[in-house]
């Protein structure tokens, strides 16, 4: 029989042991049955959905644990948000009832709703799993999965708000987000209406007919607006305030802040500006080994020379004001 101080001892080393997670920063799935890293193809087949989410979640769970112990005030959000809940779609679908209710929309009403659809389609919580991933291994300032889950609204918004995949838009396959959902269900009225909710709460405009991929990051999401025909392949990565007309963005492109996209942008490259421009041009896009998306390298494409231009340039805007002060 173990001392009290010795179980805790035993429970603490457990759960850092569960909250530890990998230096490299690449999509790969963890296994639970031996802890080994499995390539990303594993999670293709159910099963190995269904574990990685179970991975997923239990990362979630030890650090809200943790962070309820280590700040108290935080204890009874953690607990209500994520300790009392058996599932992650539970989870999510009662904070995002929580965070979009208003006084004529109840939190309840919307989290029977949240739930009846994510607990009905794996492939939703598969894509919910994968843009939870993109968050944590691809944004250094996410702390952990518990801290995207709660605080990012660019994850949050998306959730709510379009279709879940690349391959449903091309394959036809009916699985969608739960605004999309309600759109294809002949449910405009309410699909709108999340819409506009989302916009409000979240600052981030995405119309319920978008079609976005797996893996996705909308970094900061600040002023983000997708259009009702634009597509957004896996693994990219958007900044904020940015602008997408009727377009498609390729897997593991990376659009810049600020920018207003209305022509394609190929896969693993890069698009910034307004009207945004490819790095290395329209005619040869640079295509990075690396995908972009992924990488969130901000600085990869600019050469020694560029760097010296603009270094002189700054410069020459500093005398300027100088002269005038």
């Given amino acids: ?78 607990y209500s948000t994520i300790l009392s809940h058996s599932s992650l779609e539970r989870s999510l679908s009662f904070h995002l009832g929580n965070k979009l209710c208003s006084s004529t929309q109840l939190s309840t009403t919307l989290y029977d709703l949240f739930l009846n ?75 709108l209406a999340l819409q506009s909710r989302i916009s409000d709460v979240f600052n981030v405009d995405i119309h319920p007919a978008a079609t976005i991929g797996k893996g996705v990051l909308f970094d900061h999401a600040t002023g983000v607006v997708v259009g009702e025909t634009a597509v957004i392949g896996n693994n990219v990565s958007i900044l904020h305030h940015v602008t997408l007309g009727n377009v498609r963005i390729g897997d593991g492109a990376k659009i810049g802040a600020g920018s207003l996209v209305m022509k394609g942008v190929p896969p693993r490259t890069t698009a910034v500006g307004n009207p945004a421009r490819l790095v290395g041009g329209k005619e040869q896009p640079r295509m990075h080994e690396d995908v972009p998306g992924e990488s969130m390298d901000h600085t990869s494409f600019i050469s020694n020379g560029q760097i010296m231009l603009y270094d002189r340039i700054l410069l020459l805007c500093y005398d300027i004001l100088f002269l005038f002060w």
């Fill in 1 to 78: 029989m173990k001392r009290p101080e010795e179980r805790e001892e035993v429970k603490q080393r457990e759960i850092t042991m569960l909250i530890q997670t990998p230096k490299r920063r690449k999509p790969y799935i963890y296994s639970n049955a031996n802890g080994r890293i499995l390539p990303p193809s594993t999670a293709t087949s159910r099963a190995g959905a269904e574990e990685e989410e179970k991975w997923v979640w239990a990362q979630i769970k030890a650090e809200a644990r943790r962070d309820a112990e280590a700040e108290p005030a935080l204890a009874s959000y953690m």
């Fill in 117 to 191: 659809i994510f607990s009905t389609d794996s492939n939703l919580r598969s894509a919910t799993v994968a843009d939870l991933r993109a968050a944590r291994f691809r944004d250094p300032a996410c702390l952990s999965f518990s801290h995207c889950l709660l605080n990012y609204k660019g994850f949050l918004a998306c959730q709510v708000s379009c279709s879940h995949s690349y391959e449903a838009f091309l394959y036809k396959k009916k699985a969608y987000r739960v605004a999309h959902k309600l759109w294809t269900q002949s449910r405009k009225p309410l699909a």
